[in-house]
Nanobody, 127 residues
Framework: EVQLVESGGGLVQAGGSLRLSCVAS????????IGWFRQIPGKEREGVSC????????YYADSVKGRFTISSDNAKNTVYLQMNNLNPADTAVYYC????????????????????WGQGAQVPVST
């Protein structure tokens, strides 16, 4: 019943920006944590950013801190990931995920805590 759908992916040039959206259904964001993860070709899935819907606390991987911004619109059950100053190392499939855990803190950057996942959005960053 829980569904997460990513959108906004697509080809972007190095130095450019892109905003991903994750629309959730089947639950409300209250008391849930939403995370963005990415699968870089040839590498393990890694946490990018996450947000606690209840308190709005945000967390970022060091690799994206200062470049990416996560935000949420609880009325729309939507979480966004604004990605600025992209570089080819950011090329990946980006996934959003939901966890029923209101106080994960930086633990929300670990994929093991999330049970529901979207299908992913491709973000190729060209040189």
């Amino acid at each position: 019943e829980v569904q997460l759908v990513e959108s906004g992916g697509g080809l972007v040039q190095a130095g450019g920006s892109l905003r991903l959206s994750c629309v959730a259904s089947g639950f409300t964001f209250a008391d849930w944590t939403i995370g963005w993860f990415r699968q870089i070709p040839g590498k393990e899935r890694e946490g990018v950013s996450c947000i606690g819907s209840e308190d709005g606390a945000t967390y970022y991987a060091d690799s994206v801190k200062g470049r990416f911004t996560i935000s949420s619109d609880n009325a729309k059950n939507t979480v966004y990931l604004q990605m600025n100053n992209l570089n080819p190392a950011d090329t990946a499939v980006y996934y959003c995920a939901a966890a029923y855990a209101p106080a994960m803190n930086r633990g929300c950057l670990l994929a093991t805590g999330f049970a529901s996942w979207g299908q992913g959005a491709q973000v190729p960053v060209s040189t």
